[in-house]
């Protein structure tokens, strides 16, 4: 096993950081090797916002839930979906791009785009002895994060991602099993097998959190997921997504 495979099965969410910036050297890296992740047809379809300014900080943490993460952290990134600039392209090369660009095509690309390149820099970052946060609360109110990153139509905030220096290591969450993730040749449709495979991982996850919390938890995956599928979250996504001219068609 390579050192390259160790950061990735190394991975786990660091929601405690040391009061420590990270550098400008570390910041470029990061973002060069984001730049470098496959991109569909050369799209680039993604722009990456670093905040330093701690007021903006403060008001992305409380948008995002109030997790403290946001806010105290080595360096934080938010990762947008980007279709402005070819909107300019459009401008720049007299072509009329409208409908591609509304396109339901296009909007997956740009998303695919931004996840590739991110997942990009959490590699490097962790291969820097960092660790990450992954922050999908800045979609509680997209309005309000576009105000106060100064956002154009045709580019929505994704995610942000807190990166520093780990203060606190957490466990690793036990992942589904391979067999019930990895189809081979054709999807295995089999209704009792899924099943069977649910119930084992249900196990390995209430022991997870059994030995985690001293017993004071024993959720089962399906139980956790059945209670947050069951709540409406973000239910504007849709209006605002077709608002900032993006996935119309």
């Given at each position: 096993?390579?050192?390259?495979?160790?950061?990735?099965?190394?991975?786990?969410s660091?929601?405690?950081?040391?009061?420590?910036?990270?550098?400008?050297?570390?910041?470029?890296?990061?973002?060069?090797?984001?730049?470098?992740?496959?991109?569909?047809?050369?799209?680039?379809?993604?722009?990456?916002?670093?905040?330093?300014?701690?007021v903006?900080?403060?008001?992305?943490?409380?948008?995002?839930?109030?997790?403290?993460?946001?806010?105290?952290?080595?360096?934080?990134?938010?990762?947008?979906?980007?279709?402005?600039?070819?909107?300019?392209?459009?401008?720049k090369?007299?072509?009329?791009?409208?409908?591609?660009?509304?396109?339901?095509?296009?909007?997956?690309?740009?998303?695919?785009?931004?996840?590739?390149?991110?997942?990009?820099?959490v590699?490097?970052?962790?291969?820097?002895?960092?660790?990450?946060?992954?922050?999908g609360?800045?979609?509680?109110?997209?309005?309000?994060?576009?105000?106060?990153?100064?956002?154009?139509?045709?580019?929505?905030?994704?995610?942000?991602?807190?990166?520093?220096?780990?203060?606190?290591?957490?466990?690793?969450?036990?992942?589904?099993?391979?067999?019930?993730?990895?189809?081979?040749?054709?999807?295995?449709?089999?209704?009792?097998?899924?099943?069977?495979?649910?119930?084992?991982?249900?196990e390995?996850?209430?022991?997870?959190?059994l030995?985690?919390?001293?017993?004071?938890?024993?959720?089962r995956?399906?139980?956790?997921?059945?209670?947050?599928?069951?709540?409406?979250?973000?239910?504007?996504?849709?209006?605002?997504?077709?608002k900032?001219?993006?996935?119309?068609?």
């Amino acid at each position: 096993m390579n050192d390259v495979i160790e950061t990735i099965l190394n991975h786990r969410s660091i929601r405690h950081f040391e009061n420590k910036a990270l550098t400008e050297e570390q910041i470029k890296t990061i973002v060069t090797c984001a730049q470098a992740a496959a991109t569909s047809s050369f799209i680039q379809a993604y722009s990456i916002i670093g905040v330093k300014d701690p007021v903006k900080k403060k008001k992305l943490a409380e948008l995002a839930g109030n997790q403290e993460y946001v806010e105290k952290n080595g360096h934080f990134f938010v990762f947008c979906a980007d279709l402005y600039r070819h909107s300019l392209i459009e401008e720049k090369e007299n072509k009329n791009l409208e409908a591609s660009l509304e396109s339901t095509e296009k909007f997956m690309v740009a998303l695919i785009d931004t996840a590739l390149a991110a997942q990009n820099a959490v590699i490097a970052a962790e291969s820097l002895g960092l660790g990450i946060c992954y922050i999908g609360g800045i979609r509680n109110n997209l309005e309000e994060v576009k105000n106060i990153l100064n956002i154009p139509d045709r580019v929505i905030p994704l995610f942000g991602l807190a990166i520093g220096y780990p203060a606190k290591i957490t466990d690793q969450k036990p992942r589904l099993p391979f067999e019930h993730v990895y189809h081979e040749d054709e999807y295995e449709p089999n209704r009792e097998i899924y099943l069977q495979q649910l119930d084992e991982y249900n196990e390995i996850i209430a022991n997870y959190y059994l030995q985690r919390t001293d017993g004071v938890r024993k959720d089962r995956w399906t139980e956790q997921m059945a209670a947050m599928l069951e709540k409406q979250n973000r239910m504007y996504m849709k209006d605002f997504i077709q608002k900032n001219k993006l996935d119309l068609r």
